[in-house]
């Protein structure tokens, strides 16, 4: 690991983060100088990570997104540690079913959204009573492109994605003008949530994306670097397509 920066004095507090895009998140703020509780389902998993990111600025909590006791253990511990959350990145998620919704198991549904929806919320109310209200800070939560048009066979996920999204322009409504909330929707990135997308034919999935390749975590991380930064000061509300140009193809903006 190399030498990292000098403290930047700012915190924060990334769900689903023990590998793909949330660890690429989180890789991206301790580059910069922040602090980090990182949190995951796998105690190993989380340990490893907190290992390879720097134990002396990141520590890790364990548990389900959706569980509200480990939500105010994660907000609660980082306080303890850090003493402040400047920054929430919610992107905890699942994707337990491929197939057509119309016969998707309504309990699938629920969970599909407890897990997406509800927990990221729970987890912006707690930020936001812990520190966020009175100190100001920034929320970026992970939707995805699927959020923007029709999935086919990932119809719950996108229809979660897209409650995200709005979930974002809500709460970038209310907590405004002391804390900024926007969202980022990735394409397909090389992750093992999303490898059934791509695996074994990622030259064929890759040729349909204008910049030639499908994205990596570090693309997202950097993405949120910026959004949870000063140079994104006037910036609330608004949802970042990171897409490699995919969009582009089916003409739309």
Not at 118 to 124: E, H, Q
Not at 230 to 242: D, P, R, Y
Request: aromatic share 6%; with cysteine; net charge negative.
């Amino acid at each position: 690991m190399t030498e990292l920066p000098a403290l930047s004095g700012k915190v924060a507090l990334v769900t689903g983060a023990s590998r793909g895009i949330g660890y690429g998140v989180a890789e991206a703020l301790v580059a910069r100088g922040d602090r980090v509780c990182i949190t995951g389902r796998g105690e190993d998993a989380l340990k490893e990570a907190v290992e390879q990111l720097g134990a002396d600025r990141v520590i890790a909590v364990a548990g389900k997104a959706h569980d509200e006791e480990h939500q105010a253990a994660a907000v609660a511990r980082t306080m303890e540690a850090f003493g402040r959350v400047d920054f929430l990145v919610n992107n905890a998620g699942t994707n337990p079913v491929f197939g057509p919704i119309a016969d998707l198991d309504l309990n699938v549904a629920r969970k599909v959204f407890e897990t997406n929806v509800v927990s990221a919320l729970g987890f912006a109310q707690r930020t936001w009573h812990a520190w966020q209200k009175e100190n100001g800070g920034a929320i970026v939560n992970i939707a995805s492109v699927a959020g923007l048009s029709a999935s086919p066979f990932i119809g719950a996920y996108g229809i979660s994605k897209a409650a995200m999204i709005n979930l974002t322009v809500q709460l970038a409504h209310e907590y405004a003008p002391r804390v900024r909330v926007n969202s980022i929707a990735p394409a397909v990135v090389k992750t093992k949530f999303a490898q059934a997308l791509y695996e074994g034919r990622e030259e064929e999935a890759a040729a349909a994306y204008p910049m030639a390749r499908l994205g990596v975590p570090s693309d997202i991380g950097g993405a949120a670097a910026f959004l949870t930064s000063e140079q994104s000061a006037w910036i609330t509300g608004q949802n970042l397509v990171v897409d490699g140009g995919i969009f582009l193809n089916a003409g739309v903006g």
